[in-house]
């Protein structure tokens, strides 16, 4: 199945209407897309959903293990068109990449593009 997913996701990507269907129709099945990363001194968590607009909220709270300062937490509002043109104007040059790992990296990159 996860398979089928990362498939479907690489070929929408390619059209405005596809990839709208396919974001949609994802967060209809799965509601919310949440990750994290901790390497011990540095931990950022991710959680996305559509909104009511037909876009996505992207929130993203950062911090650090070291005693210094607070996490910070951020969040987004993109259109799915946006989040496409993100995909498409940045460097994921791994074609193998999974929605979860697209959607980390732009979770990271967002605050730069806009």
Known sequence: MANTVQTE???S???KEEFHKFITSYFQD???LSGNYDDGYYFETYN????SRDGLVVTLT???FTGQGF???DTENISIED???LLLNKKFADKNMSLTDVFHVAADLINTKL
Do not use: A, Y
């Open 83 to 85: 989040f496409r043109q």
């Open 62 to 64: 950062t911090g650090s």
């Open 9 to 11: 996701w690489k070929d």
């Open 30 to 32: 799965h509601k919310e």
């Open 48 to 51: 996305v959903r559509l909104d």
């Open 13 to 15: 990507v390619k059209s």
């Open 71 to 73: 996490p910070i937490k």
